[in-house]
């Protein structure tokens, strides 16, 4: 068997973390510079933040790199710090075509979160001052958009547009976190933006629900009960008898059949 020796060598020579493990490749623009060369432009990434959260909306972004202006340093929001985003945030909305789409709780309640979640992404797609002829979305579904859509599983960490729309969706669902926490206090949104963390729990056990809370979340469920419990429709028992009705009947016998 033939062993392919600069393989095992670029591995080798890969970057490593602090453990001692092969550090993960950065998002890159290969994709998009690959349809630019067929003819293919504007080319757009889009991307969620928050589909995870007990509280607070899904924010979708997208972006349409300008690729003799991208900023350096674009990746992967969750790879970043807070500070890294938000300057990366301003480079990009300075540089790119950006748009960003909001599904609210109400919505979350009443679609689930994945279609509110495909619902807000489509609208980031729509709302960018250019129609793109290409769009890559985050994930495993497809957008039903006008132009060519491709899903990219763990495309934040893989292809730049996306991981530039994951920047500017992150940045801006934490900052409205962050004003919500001004009119909820003592949730902590400022903090944890709404993920299911104890202190999160522990709040919605001692203060109950707000309207901001996604209403069918089942720790929201709980405490919606707990305090609200008057919100909380009764199941019926479809095997309750709740009357017998008692019907006569009677049976004409047709002479003439012989009977």
């Known amino acids: ?27 890159s623009f290969r994709r998009e510079r690959a349809l630019i060369k067929r003819g293919v432009w504007p080319i757009a990434g889009c991307d969620e933040a928050g589909r995870g959260p007990l509280a607070g909306p899904v924010v979708a972004a997208a972006v349409i790199l300008d690729p003799d202006r991208i900023p350096r340093g674009i990746d992967d929001s969750k790879r970043l ?24 709780p109400a919505r979350i309640d009443r679609d689930n979160i994945l279609r509110a979640s495909l619902w807000a992404l489509k609208r980031a797609v729509v709302a960018l001052p250019e129609a793109p002829r290409h769009v890559f979305v985050d994930g495993r579904d497809r957008l039903d958009i006008e132009c060519d859509c491709e899903a990219v599983i763990g495309g934040d ?70 305090h609200m419990p008057w919100t909380i429709e009764p199941v019926r028992d479809l095997f309750e008898v709740t009357e017998i009705v008692q ?3 009677s049976v004409e016998i047709d002479a003439s059949a012989g009977l």
């Open 247 to 249: 019907v006569e009947t």
């Open 1 to 27: 068997m033939i062993r392919d020796k600069s393989a095992k060598k670029a591995a080798k020579d890969a970057p490593k973390d602090v453990a001692g493990k092969a550090a993960p490749a950065k998002a």
């Open 157 to 226: 960490g893989i292809v730049l547009s996306i991981a530039a729309a994951s920047i500017v969706a992150k940045v801006t669902r934490d900052r409205l976190m962050c004003a919500l926490a001004q009119d909820c206090p003592g949730y902590g949104f400022e903090q944890h933006k709404g993920y299911g963390v104890p202190e999160h729990l522990d709040a919605l056990n001692r203060l109950g629900p707000t309207i901001h809370h996604r209403s069918f979340f089942a720790p929201v469920a709980a405490a919606r009960a707990k």
């Open 81 to 104: 710090t807070a500070e890294e985003r938000e300057k990366l945030f301003d480079k990009i909305c300075a540089t790119a075509q950006v748009s960003v789409a909001v599904a609210s």
